[in-house]
Structure formats: C-alpha cells, structure tokens
C-alpha cells in the first residue's frame, strides 16, 4: 500500500513540475515554409544622385533664377549709352549715364566753336584782313589770340577724353553688371546689411554688411 501511494505521489510531482517553464527558457517559433524574408532595398549611388538632382530641378524652378547676357549689355550699351543699363534693369544709372555723356560732349562741342572763333579771329590779326571783332578789339594782339585759340583747343581735347572715358565705363558697367546679375538673384548668395556682435562683450555692436554663401 505504501509502495502504490508513494508511486501514485512520484507521478503527481513529475506531473506537476513538467507544466511550469523555466525564467530563461526561449520560445522559437517556426515560420511557415512558404513565408519569405523582406529586407529593405539598398539604394545604389547613381539613383541617390539622381534623387538628389531631382531636389535640386524643383529647388530651381521655384526661385527662378534670372540670367542676363554680359556680352549682349555690352553691345548695347555701346550702340547707346544707357541701353545696357537699361537691359540690366538698372534704370537709376540711366539719367546718369546720360547726363554724363551729354555733359561731356556739350563742353566739347562749345570749346570747338571757341576754338574755330578764335582761330579765325588769329589767322585775320596775323594776315591783317579786315574783320569785324579784331576792328573793335585793336588791343588784342596776336598773342593774346594765339593763346585764346590755344586754350580752346585744350579744354576741347579735355573734354572729348573725358567723355570718350565715360563711354567706355559705361560699357564696362554694363558687363560687369550683367555678369554680377545671376549671384544677386541667387538665394545662395546673400549680401544685406547686418549689426555685428562683440561675441567677448568688449567693443559695441556695429552696423556692417554680412556676405554669407550657402552650398
């Protein structure tokens, strides 16, 4: 009797002890044969370029970036002064440029007429033929007229050099500008005014200008 309890007791504890799972016991699961792996597909370097031209196409489209032709300006402004500017879209230089040149000429147009005035009073004084103004001024020699002439030829040649350097600065700023037109239109390239800060605390803040390039 004590035989069949004690084995009836073994069998219970065996019983008892295989229904409870160990703290470090893993569970492993099967998949099914026919399931399949995903993995996430690994991008080549051409089609990361690719996205990244992409980005870049839409990026421009927004801003639209303006581009003007140096050489076009150029010639413009050398068919007539102003033009170029004005195809910079730079219309304040225009009265400028204009005021310059007809300045310019102006002077050396009225020192021609002095100049031809003068001579002509010189060539009567110096061959004695009757002339009107050498008449009535009988205390101009031929010095004074010869040096009056003179003078008037000088300021003429001035005065055509300085326009004649006006011109071509204006055609050098036509250029120049239409060549520095793309950069102020791009959102890369920034110059604005900024106030500068003292990082030490030491000088005041100033008022400067900030040039910052974004690649």
Same mark, same amino acid.
């Given at each position: 009797?004590?035989? !069949?309890?004690?084995?009836? =007791?073994?069998?219970?504890?065996?019983?008892?002890?295989?229904?409870?799972?160990?703290?470090?016991?893993?569970?492993? /699961?099967?998949?099914?044969?026919?399931?399949?792996? *995903? /993995?996430?597909? *690994?991008?080549?370097?051409?089609?990361?370029?690719?996205?990244? /031209?992409?980005?870049?196409?839409?990026?421009?489209?927004?801003?639209?970036?303006?581009?003007?032709?140096?050489?076009?300006?150029?010639?413009?402004?050398?068919?007539?002064?102003?033009?170029?500017?004005? #195809?910079?879209?730079? #219309?304040?230089?225009?009265?400028?440029?204009? $005021? +310059? *040149?007809? *300045?310019?000429?102006?002077?050396?147009?009225?020192?021609?007429?002095?100049?031809?005035?003068?001579?002509?009073?010189?060539?009567?004084? !110096?061959?004695?033929?009757?002339?009107?103004?050498?008449?009535?001024?009988?205390? !101009?020699?031929?010095?004074? !007229? @010869?040096?009056?002439?003179?003078?008037?030829?000088?300021?003429?040649? #001035?005065?055509?050099?300085?326009? $004649?350097?006006?011109?071509?600065?204006?055609?050098?700023? +036509?250029?120049?500008?239409?060549?520095?037109? /793309?950069?102020?239109?791009?959102?890369?390239?920034?110059?604005?005014?900024?106030?500068?800060?003292?990082? =030490?605390?030491?000088?005041?803040?100033?008022? @400067?200008?900030?040039?910052?390039?974004?690649?």
């Amino acid at each position: 009797m004590k035989k !069949l309890l004690f084995t009836f =007791f073994l069998c219970l504890f065996a019983l008892a002890y295989s229904q409870v799972n160990p703290n470090d016991t893993i569970r492993v /699961e099967h998949l099914p044969k026919d399931s399949i792996s *995903v /993995e996430k597909p *690994v991008k080549s370097e051409a089609s990361i370029v690719q996205d990244i /031209e992409k980005v870049n196409a839409k990026t421009l489209k927004k801003v639209q970036i303006t581009k003007l032709n140096p050489t076009k300006a150029g010639l413009y402004s050398a068919v007539l002064p102003g033009l170029g500017q004005y #195809y910079n879209k730079k #219309y304040w230089k225009i009265p400028i440029v204009w $005021g +310059a *040149v007809g *300045v310019g000429a102006g002077i050396a147009i009225w020192n021609d007429k002095q100049y031809k005035k003068y001579r002509g009073y010189y060539v009567a004084k !110096l061959n004695g033929t009757p002339d009107e103004f050498v008449d009535t001024h009988p205390w !101009l020699d031929k010095v004074a !007229l @010869g040096n009056a002439q003179d003078r008037a030829k000088r300021q003429r040649d #001035y005065a055509i050099a300085i326009t $004649g350097l006006i011109y071509i600065l204006n055609i050098v700023d +036509a250029v120049v500008d239409a060549h520095l037109y /793309e950069g102020r239109k791009d959102p890369d390239l920034t110059f604005s005014p900024a106030v500068i800060q003292d990082n =030490f605390g030491i000088v005041p803040p100033k008022s @400067g200008l900030s040039l910052s390039y974004r690649f």
